[in-house]
């Protein structure tokens, strides 16, 4: 069965280290990979994707992702983090095959960010 | 703002009672998305439309939820006999595309509680 699994529940970092929020999935085919962020009381924005190609994706806000199929992971990073992006991330895989075409979220990284 | 369109934001109801949300999806988006988001979760899918035909719906959609897309616009979706459980923030995507994900833009949700 498809499953996205983030591992750290929450993580606080400072503000001006680097940050890695942890992503693994669990697919039978090449997957589709997303990174979502949700401020609170928000719905969710895409930070970037991960379709084929480079492993190495650029996204908004100067996150970055590196897909790894041997590790089966897609992790989040940032070099340096701000206090604005204190918020709930989320990693998602493409679910798709016939009717079906949705997202299956991971349960979510929470980033406190200290001053 | 996504350009999806959530209404209401929040929504206070009495345990039994019906409500229903709305969803305007961005204009030409053909692919429409409920997902269920309960505290410290990632979101769950529950239905999926294309165009106006539902393709898809998850076993966590009870017989009290219904939902429709006439026309392939807007969504609605419908909570009968509301119970405790069912308190949590209803997500709406869309996006255009044929065949597999894409990327899915989300509503602001709509946050449910049940008293």
């Known amino acids: 069965a498809q499953s996205v699994t983030q591992p750290d529940i929450h993580i606080t970092v400072s503000e001006g280290a680097s940050l890695e929020l942890r992503c693994n999935y669990s697919?039978?085919?090449?997957?589709?990979l997303f990174w979502y962020v949700q401020s609170p009381g928000q719905g969710l924005q895409l930070l970037l994707k991960?379709?084929?190609?480079?492993?190495l994706v650029q996204g908004i806000k100067g996150f970055e992702a590196e897909f790894k199929r041997s590790q089966s992971s897609f992790n989040l990073r940032k070099p340096s983090v701000h206090w604005s992006d204190a918020a709930e991330y989320f990693c998602?895989?493409?679910?798709?095959?016939?009717?079906?075409?949705?997202?299956?979220f991971g349960t979510g990284t929470l980033l406190a960010v200290q001053p | 703002d996504t350009g999806v369109s959530q209404n209401p934001r929040h929504k206070i109801t009495k345990r039994g009672q019906n409500v229903t949300f709305r969803c305007d999806p961005i204009?030409?988006?053909?692919?429409l998305y409920w997902y269920r988001q309960t505290l410290g979760q990632g979101p769950e899918f529950l239905t999926y439309f294309q165009n106006e035909a539902q393709l898809e719906k998850s076993r966590l959609l009870s017989d009290r939820f219904s939902a429709e897309r006439p026309k392939g616009s807007f969504s609605t979706l419908e909570i009968q006999r509301t119970e405790q459980g069912d308190s949590a923030m209803y997500l709406c995507a869309t996006e255009q595309g044929i065949g597999v994900v894409t990327e899915a833009f989300f509503g602001q949700g709509t946050r449910l509680t049940v008293v």
């Open positions: 697919y039978g085919a090449t997957p589709y």
């Open positions: 998602a895989v493409g679910a798709r095959g016939g009717a079906t075409n949705k997202l299956i």
């Open positions: 204009s030409e988006h053909n692919r």
């Open positions: 991960y379709f084929s190609g480079d492993t």
